[in-house]
């Protein structure tokens, strides 16, 4: 009974987490038991883009993963390696990851194709390498999207292939270690030096393009949800999501970070950019600043909410005397209007991940992960739109430019997928 019981229970988390549609639970379901008629479910988690089912067959342990619409993505079961497959990737494995320790195989299995994810540990710290099935590196694109164009549409697009970065052909394109898979902001230091940051790390990571690797990593305070990262001179400025603004001399880091709380209305603020023609720090919000959500006592609470959520803000910051003052309001509305006209797609909503200032042209670029695109202003008009491939940029998070005008982009992994964090170099056209 305590078997049953707890199968029903994942059924009904699941059910739960599926927003009801209890078609795409079943299905998802049908799935496992497909696999294992007497399937033990150990684990039902539902994310934004995706939904995993951890269970047993016995004492196999299995994973699936579907997307938001209930689609099998991929499988995840345990991989015996045979002697020829040991013998190639041991010669690349201590080729770049010499002293580590090999965990776990496991076999990744998508509707396509199959390879082979190696979990390494080193000093607690966790890292994953992925094969072909033969041996060789294996490289993958997103397995799940959520916007109503992909890259074989944005490749027919005239529009596109007319605007000064070519996004689809990004010029280099780096894979992040394990401990930067979640890199959630990053910023540029002469011309292949970066600092990054992650999502739920206090630590500051160098990160050296030439190299490909950490050089340096500093450790400013605990766990918090860390957005972006900003040089001015010889400080570092990191943006925690609430506000709290951490500062530090990375040449001369002792241990601590000075904090301030921001004074800006907005709940989420996840893009920090230092304006070298004001002297001042540049502030995106996520969400709706909480002034414009209390305007108006007269209009009913539900319009008032309408209109603010067609609404994005940016906010300069006078760190000299606490001072704000916005500087940029987004609007949703002119954003879906110029993609609809140059790119013939939909747009849901616009929620600022990064922001950064052309180095040459002075246009403000700002990022959203949520839908994946760029928007261009200049000063407080909307110039142009870049629509991102899904396939290609998983969860855009971070972007800077180099001083010659080339644009760089960071892009978050899976979390527990098999899609590790990227960095993209895409030369001006």
Not at 50 to 62: A, D, V
């Amino acid at each position: 009974m305590k078997k049953k019981s707890f199968i029903f229970l994942a059924c009904a988390c699941l059910l739960a987490c599926s927003n009801g549609k209890s078609q795409d639970s079943d299905s998802m379901m049908a799935e496992v038991f497909k696999i294992c008629s007497k399937a033990d479910i150990i684990n039902v988690e539902h994310k934004v883009e995706s939904t995993e089912i951890e269970f047993l067959c016995g004492k196999t342990p299995y994973s699936l993963v579907f997307d938001k619409q209930g689609n099998k993505l991929y499988k995840e079961s345990a991989f015996h390696p045979t002697s020829d497959f040991l013998t190639k990737t041991n010669k690349k494995i201590q080729k770049t990851h010499a002293g580590w320790i090999i965990d776990e195989y496991s076999l990744i299995e998508t509707n396509d194709t199959s390879f082979v994810k190696i979990e390494l540990i080193k000093d607690g710290v966790e890292e994953n390498m992925f094969f072909t099935i033969d041996g060789k590196f294996y490289k993958f694109k997103n397995y799940s999207t959520t916007e109503e164009w992909s890259e074989k549409t944005l490749k027919k697009n005239k529009y596109l292939q007319s605007t000064a970065y070519d996004l689809l052909n990004p010029t280099n394109v780096y894979e992040m270690p394990e401990v930067l898979k979640e890199i959630s902001g990053l910023c540029v230091v002469g011309d292949s030096v970066l600092f990054c940051i992650q999502d739920e790390l206090g630590m500051v990571f160098q990160f050296d393009l030439r190299d490909q690797s950490v050089s340096n990593v500093l450790r400013f305070t605990d766990i918090g949800d860390f957005e972006d990262i900003q040089t001015v001179g010889d400080d570092l400025f990191v943006l925690r999501s609430d506000g709290a603004l951490f500062s530090m001399n990375y040449k001369n880091f002792k241990g601590k970070a000075e904090q301030i709380m921001l004074p800006i209305p907005c709940m989420n603020m996840e893009g920090l950019f230092y304006d070298k023609n004001t002297s001042k720090l540049l502030i995106a919000c996520k969400e709706p600043s909480v002034d414009k959500i209390a305007t108006s006592k007269k209009e009913h609470k539900q319009d008032i909410a309408m209109k603010s959520d067609m609404e994005r803000a940016v906010y300069s910051f006078d760190k000299q005397n606490n001072s704000i003052e916005k500087i940029l309001s987004i609007k949703i509305e002119d954003i879906r209007a110029f993609v609809k006209k140059n790119y013939n797609q939909h747009v849901e909503t616009f929620n600022p991940s990064a922001i950064a200032i052309h180095p040459i042209t002075n246009d403000i670029y700002i990022l959203s992960a949520n839908q994946r695109l760029i928007s261009v202003y200049n000063e407080n008009s909307l110039k142009d739109v870049f629509l991102l491939s899904p396939e290609e940029y998983y969860k855009p998070e971070g972007i800077d430019f180099l001083q010659n005008g080339d644009m760089i982009i960071g892009s978050e992994g899976m979390k527990k997928g098999a899609l590790q964090g990227k960095i993209y170099v895409i030369k001006k056209r």
